[in-house]
């Protein structure tokens, strides 16, 4: 039956349509808000998040989003993104179907389409920070693994990349003998088994480390995402660590677990890429080692680089030639997808991180020096 009221009131009405749902979106809107507002309270309490969260809540959501995942040859994260692409398509196409017979109209159709992607975005958000984002609030890990504050960094770095440089003269590729190299699948597919040693290695000194094996996928779009300067990312929603497979095999075990660091709840960049070096370093296989020490060096040279040009350059002329080619081909590969779009992408890592409490956005990527000084002095 048609209202008798005005046209702008019972507009809905008259146009056959139900009405647009403010309410509910409006409480998605307020569950995300909520949702804020408590990361920024759980942020003055670091050990109440650390304790009940990242040591409470958080490990049997990850051991349940694995399990799932686990079952799967496929990654599940992918495959949700073009399940909700495919819905917001079928929506806007709805939308668009019913404009073209005229029961629709424009304005209706815009607001509509907004209202969905607001309580699309507050869904994802809210989801984002029960399974996975309230450990970037975590206790910082030179804490909860007891490492000392290094005093003198200048010195103690120039011995660092010292020590790492020694590491790293022997070529394991040249010894023959690891036929798996530095590949982070088995022959079936699985993570290798060198993960699950390096991840046992190191729960008794990062008890977060213990429990299941990850389900590690290597990104299917790679390209894209060495265009955006990405070298992996973690999917919280199914808990699967994607590594980009497209870099040169010498990163790879390095990749694969800093994104396995942050499934196992360590969110913060250079927590992840400390734990994945100290797990290369545990894992008891020379092929990680190497991985691990030539990332490790990479990173320290580059900030004794901004200090002491002519050390660094001396420095990187005294490496035996094995790391020096592999330095070249990470440095070569990121500068062949080198793109417009990667300055766009740091942009949107940054402002992520930033959202996250973490206020040094990108540049805390080079505070996983702090941590390896930290381990330096308190003896390997
Ligand atoms: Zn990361």
Redesign the pocket.
């Known amino acids: 039956m048609l209202s008798s009221g005005s046209m702008g009131q019972d507009d809905h009405i008259a146009d056959g349509n139900p009405p647009l749902p403010i309410a509910r979106t409006l409480i998605w809107l307020g569950c995300a808000g909520a949702g804020l507002g408590s990361m920024r309270l759980v942020q003055l309490r670091p050990e109440w998040v650390e304790r009940y969260y990242s040591r409470g809540v958080y490990p049997p959501v990850r051991r349940t989003l694995s399990w799932i995942s686990g079952h799967l040859s496929f990654s599940l994260a992918e495959a949700l993104i073009l399940m909700l692409a495919a819905y917001l398509l079928w929506s806007v196409g709805k939308v668009v179907v019913s404009m073209a017979r005229g029961r629709t109209r424009w304005w209706r159709a815009l607001a509509s389409a907004g209202l969905l992607l607001v309580r699309v975005s507050s869904a994802v958000l809210i989801a984002f920070l029960l399974l996975w984002g309230l450990n970037h609030a975590r206790q910082p890990l030179s804490v909860s693994a007891k490492l000392p504050e290094v005093a003198d960094k200048r010195s103690a770095l120039k011995l660092l990349v010292g020590s790492l440089a020694q590491d790293l003269m022997v070529d394991p590729r040249e010894r023959g003998g690891g036929a798996p190299g530095f590949a982070v699948f088995s022959a079936t597919g699985d993570p290798d088994p060198r993960i699950r040693t390096a991840l046992h290695a190191l729960t008794p000194e990062v008890p977060s480390m213990e429990g299941e094996e990850p389900a590690l996928r290597r990104i299917g779009a790679w390209p894209i995402f060495a265009r955006l300067g990405i070298s ?3 999917s919280p929603f199914t808990g699967e660590p994607h590594f980009n497979g497209g870099t040169p095999a010498c990163q790879w075990p390095f990749e694969a677990l ?2 396995i ?2 499934q196992r709840g360590f969110a913060r ?1 250079d927590e ?2 400390f734990l994945a070096w100290w797990l290369c370093i545990s894992s008891g296989n020379e092929h990680y080692r190497y991985s691990g020490n030539l990332a490790a060096l990479s990173l320290a040279l580059g900030a004794i680089w901004r200090d002491d040009p002519e050390f660094a350059a001396d420095f990187v002329d005294s490496l035996p030639g094995h790391v020096r080619s592999d330095m070249r081909a990470v440095q070569e590969f990121w500068q062949r997808y080198q793109s417009p779009v990667r300055a766009v992408g740091s942009k949107l890592n940054d402002a992520y991180l930033k959202s996250q409490g973490q206020s040094h956005g990108v540049r805390s990527y080079g505070r996983m020096l702090d941590l390896m000084l930290s381990f330096q002095a308190r003896g390997r």
């Open positions: 992996g990312i973690f800093h994104e660091a942050h960049e992840a890429n």
